[in-house]
């Protein structure tokens, strides 16, 4: 499975008056690498399932931004 935080490298121009970010990271949904629901996937328990908002873990992504390659 792929991950789900991406990063890319906007184009910095030698004219910007403000300092350059070199990388910026997004999130992706988990949906979009889920062709389709394969039959007897693993779920969390109910409490888990509500406090997490699904009922299957590989649908399942973290709202705050994880830390890649050491910057935010």
């Known amino acids: 499975m792929q991950s789900q ?3 890319y490298y906007p184009y ?3 004219f910007d008056p403000c300092p ?3 990388v910026k ?5 988990p949906q979009l690498y889920l062709n389709f629901q394969p039959p ?3 779920q969390f328990s109910p ?3 509500l406090r997490r908002g699904t009922l ?3 649908l399942y ?4 931004a994880k830390d890649v390659e050491g910057v935010r």
């Open 56 to 58: 299957w873990p590989a």
């Open 40 to 42: 007897g996937l693993p």
């Open 47 to 49: 409490y888990e399932a």
């Open 20 to 22: 350059p970010v070199r």
């Open 25 to 29: 990271f997004y999130n992706t949904p």
């Open 12 to 14: 910095i121009s030698p």
């Open 5 to 7: 935080f991406k990063k």
């Open 61 to 64: 992504g973290p709202y705050e």
